[in-house]
């Protein structure tokens, strides 16, 4: 499409959407665990306080140096600002539909929901074990996957020594659920 034809805050509107981002279906809720929220909270509160007014201050410095055009750190300064503020509008809204679900509160269940700390046997191979947990605090690499990943949802509502078949890229894998527990993440 011609620039011409764009509406000059349509830059603002590709800003907002960003790609790394985990998102979330329109009205869909966000369930974070409490560790979860607080580490949402603390960055944003971090972005606000600190980092922004720094970089505020960097990019009043450059601009009072005169020609802003060749200004390596009011171009770049300007360009972290938006990034910053871009960040702390997505927390923003994030936290704002977060429905917060402790794991504590589902004591002995043996039945998998939001929260839960699951080992598994897949095809009788060695155990894994994963914690359900919401979409921004997902972390494959310490076994923490996202409630709407494609393995949570065949685990939710399931119970503890249940097997059941899983469609995965590599073909179907048979799955034993071994232990369930609720506990604490950091």
């Not at 300007?78 to 997505?90: A, G, P, S, Y």
């Not at 919401?134 to 949802?153: K, M, T």
Request: proline share 5%; with cysteine; glycine share 8%.
């Amino acid at each position: 499409m011609n620039k011409a034809f764009v509406r000059e805050d349509a830059e603002d509107d590709e800003e907002d959407a960003v790609p790394d981002e985990p998102r979330l279906s329109s009205g869909g809720k966000n369930y974070m665990t409490p560790a979860g929220y607080a580490r949402l909270l603390a960055e944003q509160d971090a972005l606000i306080r600190e980092e922004r007014p720094k970089v505020v201050e960097v990019v009043a410095w450059a601009a009072s140096n005169g020609d802003r055009s060749e200004n390596g750190d009011y171009i770049y300064g300007k360009r972290r600002l938006r990034e910053i503020d871009r960040r702390i509008r997505f927390l923003g809204k994030r936290l704002e539909i977060a429905q917060v679900v402790d794991p504590l509160l589902q004591g002995d269940n043996d039945q998998i929901f939001f929260g839960a700390t699951v080992t598994l046997s897949f095809d009788g191979e060695p155990e894994q074990t994963f914690s359900i947990v919401g979409i921004d605090e997902a972390d494959a690499s310490r076994g923490r996957i996202s409630w709407v990943s494609p393995l949570a949802r065949a685990l939710l509502k399931t119970r503890e020594g249940d097997a059941f078949s899983f469609k995965t890229p590599a073909g179907m894998r048979e799955i034993e659920i071994l232990k369930v527990c609720y506990q604490p993440l950091n």
